[in-house]
């Protein structure tokens, strides 16, 4: 409960905070921020401190009103045309989960859309918008808000979509539903942006040992998943 505290209370200041998996699954270790409090300093540090793929991930809920699909399904739609996709598109994870992804995103008014500035921009207005269909709006506002989204944006770009299990927890344990879940409790806009913490000197993912130290020396709140699975639980998710 603590260390739940502390990853809410990091996530609410704009702070990272690292979520290892389970030892089982990919036994990898994610940065995680809030995507409304992104910058382009978060995304530098992201890309050498972390060195993973730098992604967006977004609530089921949120996904659906933006009309976001899974790349799974869009990609399930063209392999019948196509039976070189068709075959790829068949082939699952070592852990067995579908993957997450959706489409990639740029904001219209980046340039090449893979800077610091560019994702950030990207990132934050994505996030601003997720902000603004979480209030009490009607249908007419509701319809402004996802013309708004469509009209902000083009893909593919740079900034690879994450869309987490309407479930979460209970249907899916990934860093994407870990960080979506860490941001329902604190009452934030569902939206995150995760990356990967891999290891320059053996190419591998980043050890959980060395995670930790990694987080002593920032002063970081790392959490492990069983921590969040146990609070779903409590929590009802």
């Known amino acids: 409960m603590t260390k739940i505290f502390e990853a809410v209370t990091s996530l609410r200041e704009g702070n990272f905070v690292l979520i290892h998996d389970d030892d089982n699954r990919e036994d990898e270790v994610d940065m995680v921020i809030s995507s409304s409090h992104i910058t382009p300093e978060h995304v530098s540090t992201m890309r050498k401190d972390a060195g993973g793929l730098i992604c967006t991930a977004v609530s089921k809920e949120i996904s659906t009103k933006l009309g976001l699909p899974f790349i799974y399904d869009v990609l399930n739609i063209f ?8 075959l790829i598109n068949q082939n ?6 579908k993957p997450s992804f959706s489409i990639t995103l740029n904001h219209v008014n980046t340039y090449t859309g893979i800077t610091d500035n560019d994702r950030a921009l990207t990132i934050s207005s994505l996030a601003n918008i997720c902000s603004e269909l979480d209030t009490d709006t009607d249908l007419v506002d509701q319809q402004r808000i996802i013309e708004k ?4 944006f083009r893909t593919p770009g740079h900034v690879p979509i994450l869309i987490a299990s309407k479930g979460l927890l209970n249907e899916r344990k990934g860093h994407t539903e870990m960080s979506i879940f860490l941001t329902k409790i604190a009452n934030m ?5 995760i990356c990967e913490m891999l290891d320059s000197h053996n190419y591998k993912a980043l050890s959980y040992k060395d995670a930790v130290d990694y987080s002593k020396e920032k002063n970081l709140v790392i959490i492990e998943a069983k921590e969040l699975i146990a609070y779903a639980k409590s929590y009802g998710n």
């Not at 392999?79 to 068709?86: D, R, V």
């Not at 699952?92 to 989960?97: A, F, K, L, M, R």
């Not at 989204?149 to 902000?152: D, H, M």
């Not at 806009?189 to 942006?193: D, I, L, M, R």
């Open 79 to 86: 392999g019948t045309a196509n039976k070189t996709i068709s």
């Open 92 to 97: 699952s994870s070592p852990y067995g989960d």
């Open 149 to 152: 989204f469509q009209t902000s």
């Open 189 to 193: 806009t569902n939206v995150t942006t």
